[in-house]
T-cell receptor, first 113, second 112 residues
């Protein structure tokens, strides 16, 4: 079985401050990890992925995430949040060889001007 | 990145009618596509896996006769909501995968 936990419902951050969105996962075998962002009434946009290699991965719009195998975490980060980053963020995981994704419940990020 | 196009973006239909939603992978071939349903402020719920040239695989609790899926080519999957009822009103999203999944823009279905 594969699953994702995003423990917070909403993350509030002041514009210009660092943004962190937490994600922990459970999967059998090597994980493929992903972050997506969703704006209202839109599909999900791909931000970044971890497959193998460097634990720190950089993605779109200045986002990055760090894979931590011992803590089974893949937290999303951005050094300086923008108001336009306000959206719903989903962490997802799948095992190597499995094409079905498991999603977290999503985190609403609110960046306060 | 790869593009998945979903159409229509929103549709309003009367109870009892059927609605077809199309999902196209524009720049890669997708032997497998996925259909999700999303309720307000909630995560995506996988409805079914669409397999090119064969029957779709439905998740437990999803009525296959209600939600008809056709995946006739490597670039097109369709979801038809048959005999729609107000409780079918929702946001439907498709995806196609390379290593990462690429998602359509979503379809807001309202049944009146």
């Amino acid at each position: 079985a594969q699953s994702v936990a995003q423990p917070e419902d909403q993350v509030n951050v002041a514009e210009g401050n660092p943004l962190t969105v937490k994600c922990t996962y459970s999967v059998s075998g090597n994980p493929y990890l992903f972050w997506y962002v969703q704006y209202p009434n839109r599909g999900l946009q791909f931000l970044l992925k971890y497959i193998t290699g460097d634990n720190l991965v950089k993605g779109s719009y200045g986002f990055e995430a760090e894979f931590n195998k011992s803590q089974t975490s893949f937290h999303l980060k951005k050094p300086s949040a923008l108001v336009s980053d306000s959206a719903l963020y989903f962490c997802a995981v799948r095992a190597y060889g499995n094409n079905r994704l498991a999603f977290g419940k999503g985190n609403q990020v609110v960046v306060i001007p | 990145g790869a593009v998945v196009s979903q159409h229509p973006s929103r549709v309003i239909c009367k109870s009892g009618t059927s609605v077809k939603i199309e999902c196209r992978s524009l720049d890669f071939q997708a032997t497998t596509m996925f259909w999700y349903r999303q309720f307000p402020k909630q995560s995506l719920m996988l409805m079914a896996t669409s397999n090119e040239g064969s029957k779709a695989t439905y998740e437990q609790g999803v009525e296959k006769d209600k939600f008809l899926i056709n995946h006739a080519s490597l670039t097109l999957s369709t979801l038809t909501v048959t005999s729609a009822h107000p409780e079918d009103s929702s946001f439907y999203i498709c995806s196609a995968s390379a290593i990462e999944a690429f998602f359509g823009q979503g379809t807001r279905l309202t049944v009146v």
